[in-house]
Nanobody, 130 residues
């Protein structure tokens, strides 16, 4: 099992930027496909962004495409989410997730559904004021 710890959340004005980090430990980080999800109060946990084990493949939700960038540093066992041009609708708890599915490494897949990830962090709050 891998341990995931998110950081970097906070309060920011609309139009501002934040960079989230997710530090991983306990398993070989570079073997995992990683994802970011978010959950607003009273809503389901939604997909935000995903990245393959190598970092060469990424995928984004339509709502964040062009504003958010997912990246990873396998040498530092860390996943990142750069969030620019933030909007009040981006307010949520943001979670990172890891998948060590065999296909994640052999085919470089990315995953967009919550049930495709086995390991989750505790989340970090992002609040965007108008």
């Amino acid at each position: 099992q891998v341990q995931l710890v998110e950081s970097g959340g906070g309060l920011v004005q609309a139009g501002g930027s934040l960079r989230l980090s997710c530090a991983a430990s306990g398993r070989t980080f570079s073997n995992s496909a990683m994802g970011w999800f978010r959950q607003a109060p009273g809503k389901e946990r939604d997909f935000v962004a995903a990245i393959s084990w190598s970092g060469r493949r990424t995928y984004y939700a339509d709502s964040v495409q062009g504003r958010f960038t997912v990246s990873r540093d396998n040498a530092k066992n860390t996943l990142y989410l750069q969030m620019n041009s933030l909007k009040p609708d981006d307010t949520a708890i943001y979670y990172c997730a890891a998948s060590f599915d065999s296909e994640a490494y052999t085919s470089g897949r990315v995953y967009t559904k919550t049930d495709q990830y086995a390991d989750w962090g505790q989340g970090t709050q992002v609040t965007v004021s108008s």
